[in-house]
């Protein structure tokens, strides 16, 4: 449990009540598909791969980096996601909607809703300043949905922190299934396509 | 260029390794005999278009296109390797760049320097962090080995459709 201010001797870890949710659904099924659209980390790989029939990487932190590196048009983001609709269980988003424009984060909100199949499930965790004062933390996930906090090494994206009303009304496609926060400051959000 | 490396051993082993391939340099690609510890390597101003097959491992650190099948051997793209091709192999080892799909009845490890798109099939998976990967990956388990293996389908690159596009299986009802 986070018990002091941000400092090297960090990663703390914690259990991740909405990420366990997210794998006992998607376990059960037997083809299941998990969209992680998170940096790739070994043990989220290691983690993730193990736990579902299909995974499906796209790091979206390092592929919109570099599109806006390269003034590549912010309506044409979204084409790494070219994935059919209603084809994923569940959709990590980690952090990212912090880490876009109002625009961006509807228009991704938009894309995730019609990739996500019906009674599909999306993830989306925001730090806050308490958590990551200066926006560079990353999550790994462990044995039993364990997350630990690295540093965002392969992405520049900045963060912008939002209230819990805006979180909400960006994912408003969705229904909400939980939201949680935790005595270390992280909050979890977990979304429901109807 | 395209380089062989041969064992003692090569003298008693008189078997095949056929190549079926075109080779866009100066050098027609050896054929000869071969072992289990050999490998050929695809030199970093070569570039190849066509299927390979073979009995022996692979490294490429030229242009390959096309597809490898190595079933019992490990391809290896080194990191000047620019590759687009299915790939079938024992153990895959990515360093390079590489659009295709992989079924590998080990390994497939990709390291940080890889360049990766595409689907991989495997019994285990190692990737190092930061590496550029927009994949599939499934890994076999246990209960895979019970059902009849699909013959792998050597589809040359250049379709329309993107590995990754093309993948994702559609909802089957829930």
Redesign the interface.
Known sequence: MWEGPHSETLPFNYASIALKQVMTSIER?P?G?LLDTG????DN??YF??KV???????LY??LDKDRRTGFPPGRYWR?L???D????AILLWDLIDRLNDPEAYSLVKRCYTMT???GLVILFTFGKQVSPVGRDSCIVRDDCQVFFRDL??SNLPIQYRQNRDILHILTPFVTVKSLIYRNGVREFLFQKT | MLKKRRNDKDDLKPSFSPVSAEIAAVSPPPVSAVSGQEKTVIGQHISVEGVVRGKENLVIEGSMKGSIELEKHQVTVGPNGKVEAEIHADNVIISGRLVGNIKAQGKVEITKEADFCGEIKAQR???????????????ERPSDKKEMPKPFSPTASGTDK?P??A??????G?
């Not at chain 1, 940096?39 to 070994?42: D, E, G, L, Q, R």
């Not at chain 1, 029939?53 to 790091?59: A, S």
């Not at chain 2, 998976?125 to 890994?139: F, N």
Request: with cysteine; charged share 25%; net charge positive.
């Open positions: 099924l083809g598909q940096p790739v980390y070994k790989i290691n791969s193990s029939r299909r995974l499906y990487v796209c790091d390092r592929l790494h070219d994935y059919p209603n084809c994923f269980d199949k019906p009674g090494a392969f | 998976i190692s990737v190092e962090d930061g590496a550029y990967l927009k994949a599939v990956i499934e890994l993107s990754t596009s993948s994702p299986e559609l909802s089957k829930k």
